[in-house]
T-cell receptor, first 110, second 114 residues
Framework: GENVEQHPSTLSVQEGDSAVIKCTYS??????FPWYKQELGKRPQLIID?????GEKKDQRIAVTLNKTAKHFSLHITETQPEDSAVYFCAASGFQKLVFGTGTRLLVSP | EPEVTQTPSHQVTQMGQEVILRCVPISNHLYFYWYRQILGQKVEFLVS????????KSEIFDDQFSVERPDGSNFTLKIRSTKLEDSAMYFCASTYGANQETQYFGPGTRLLVL
């Protein structure tokens, strides 16, 4: 079955810096790759997703890149703000279920 | 904007008791999911449900778990005889289609088994 690995587990940046979180997946049949932001005690909230026919997608300060050959995808956050502090999860899906990575705790210091 | 809702928000139960967690998916969605998240860990898939049948389940979803859509709006997860290790946050999610679809998560039910 699918296995998703995520790095780093924690990431500390200064406000205004960029943050990059990387994920790899194992199942070449996976074709949908969402990223979720989760604040303490809250539900995972979708922040951006990418489908396998696209290599890159951007939404304001957030971008995701996908390399299907290498089976990895990355989240890029530019001009980080303290409110970006949260746990970020990547996920991969081939059909129906999402398989999540282990999460990255992002801390943005003012 | 329509949202997935879940009740209760918190549930405390004794080991061996049955619990039922309730979800109301987004109204025109056809695929329903349960996930769990043990404190501090990743979100794990439990089961997917379509057309009144389980379409996929994980190894976690053993005989102690069952799901049901008792009416046109609710989707429930039952744990027959709870164990200490069932303590977790349980999230419901729903989608309209099955492939490459955004999954919208409910707010979760925090289950504590004592």
């Amino acid at each position: 079955g699918e296995n998703v690995e995520q790095h780093p587990s924690t990431l500390s940046v200064q406000e205004g810096d960029s943050a990059v979180i990387k994920c790899t997946y194992s199942d070449s049949a996976s074709n949908y790759f969402p990223w979720y932001k989760q604040e303490l005690g809250k539900r995972p909230q979708l922040i951006i997703d990418i489908r396998s026919n696209v290599g890159e997608k951007k939404d304001q300060r957030i971008a995701v890149t996908l390399n299907k050959t290498a089976k990895h995808f990355s989240l890029h956050i530019t001009e980080t703000q303290p409110e970006d502090s949260a746990v970020y999860f990547c996920a991969a899906s081939g059909f129906q279920k999402l398989v999540f990575g282990t999460g990255t705790r992002l801390l943005v210091s003012p | 904007e329509p949202e997935v809702t879940q009740t209760p928000s918190h549930q405390v139960t004794q080991m061996g008791q049955e619990v039922i967690l309730r979800c109301v998916p987004i109204s025109n969605h056809l695929y329903f999911y349960w996930y769990r998240q043990i404190l501090g860990q990743k979100v794990e898939f439990l089961v997917s449900f379509y057309n009144n049948e389980i379409s996929e389940k994980s190894e976690i979803f053993d005989d102690q778990f069952s799901v049901e859509r008792p009416d046109g709006s609710n989707f429930t997860l039952k744990i027959r005889s709870t164990k200490l290790e069932d303590s977790a946050m349980y999230f419901c999610a729903s989608t309209y289609g099955a492939n490459q679809e955004t999954q919208y998560f409910g707010p979760g039910t925090r289950l504590l088994v004592l």
